[in-house]
């Protein structure tokens, strides 16, 4: 697949006269709190930071309620890279002790002029996100929350860039995913989709200062099943990015943007909709990418969302335990697509006081429920 995307190329007189100077030449300022993620929770200074970002116009006045702002930038090959009107809000907005969304529109990805795979497009975006470091980045770190690349669709293939090139790729990836007999077309073209534009945006985002967090907006309102939604916005696909989800899996994976409510925190206009405090106990833990290609596996992962549906809980990926399983109480987990070290992994969750709930094969652990909607922890 890396062929569908372009290649990135002193004196002691001194010393006395500075101990005795005045108290008022000595910086007695007190640093600001750092704000950290262990994901997917933010942490200011030693305490919980749930970010409540203001999605308003750069001129607007924020809520009192709101803790972030969200400003936008133009990125896009047309700018010219002027900023001063937002470096003069995020200024207002620093004193006024907000962090700050950077959302850098780079035209990603229905707005590109020239073809994915074209390398000057791609250097023109990466000068973007250059001049956002030199420029953005080094005078506002303290007071930035992250930076958001892309706001859109999370179904990808609705308004992909095709061509002749990226025509041939298709074909070329569903041949190495054994995917050429997919009765799903439409399926197949979205995870094609899904898959370039996430090795587009890790290209593209590679050499950013590695405290500046990446954020994605992504829009799953159009998308009617659960299973799609999950396989397209897999946190293994796009590890390394922190998703703002709109639709129906806006509480379960990310942050939420203009939709349910996220105890994880929320883009939105509305003070009322500040996340709850409580987060669930209850997670279905993801497969990876490709053993969630499989149709079975897929079928069994519907049943099970359809469940879940009807009460709390969070989604976690296979690969990312166990630092994702933090305050959970319940784990449910395909039984058939258990590897050998997936399994000690849950050996630990159990020896943690947690319970597995395995659907399809049982696994033979300790703490471990079979899945059934009529029963704990379901009921």
């Keep these: 697949m890396k062929a569908c995307l372009p290649v990135s190329t002193g004196e002691n007189k001194d010393t006395i006269t500075s101990i005795y100077s005045p108290m008022t030449d000595i910086d007695i300022s007190i640093p600001p709190e750092s704000l950290s993620l262990e994901y997917p929770h933010f942490t200011l200074g030693e305490n919980p930071f749930i970010p409540l970002i203001f999605d308003g116009g750069t001129e607007e006045k924020v809520p009192p309620e709101f803790n972030t702002v969200r400003l936008p930038l133009d990125g896009s090959m047309k700018s010219d890279l002027s900023w001063n009107g937002a470096l003069e809000a995020a200024e207002k907005h620093r004193a006024n002790g907000l962090k700050i969304l950077w959302d850098v529109d780079l035209g990603l990805f229905s707005r590109l002029a020239l073809p994915i795979s074209d390398e000057t497009q791609f250097r023109a975006l990466k000068i973007s996100l250059t001049h956002f470091c030199d420029h953005v980045w080094e005078r506002f770190a303290d007071d930035t929350l992250g930076i958001c690349v892309y706001r859109g669709n999370a179904d990808f293939s609705r308004r992909f860039p095709w061509n002749e090139k990226q025509r041939e790729f298709f074909a070329q990836w569903k041949l190495e995913h054994d995917l050429q007999r997919e009765a799903n077309s439409v399926r197949v073209e979205q995870l ?38 999950l396989e397209l916005v897999h946190r293994e696909v796009f590890d390394g990015f922190y998703p703002i989800i709109k639709g129906i899996l806006a509480p379960q994976m990310g942050m939420s943007w203009d939709s349910s409510l996220s105890p994880l925190g929320a883009l939105t206009r509305k003070a009322s909709s500040c996340p709850p405090q409580q987060e669930p106990i209850l997670a279905l833990c993801l497969p990876s990418p490709d053993a969630m290609l499989k149709e079975t596996d897929a079928q069994q992962i519907a049943h099970v969302m359809e469940t879940l549906s009807k009460g709390s809980f969070r989604i976690v990926s296979e690969a990312f335990l166990p630092s994702e399983w933090h305050g959970l109480d319940y784990l449910i987990v395909a039984g058939s697509s258990v590897s050998s070290e997936m399994f000690r992994r849950l050996q630990g969750f159990c020896a943690a006081g947690g319970t597995v709930v395995t659907y399809g094969p049982k696994l033979g652990l300790d703490l471990e429920l079979a899945f059934d909607p009529k029963a704990e922890p379901f009921t």
């Design 192 to 229: 094609y989709c899904r898959d370039t534009v996430a090795e587009y945006l890790h290209s593209l985002v590679a050499g950013l200062p590695g405290n500046l967090q990446v954020f994605l907006v992504l829009d799953t309102s159009t998308l009617t099943e659960d299973y799609a939604a």
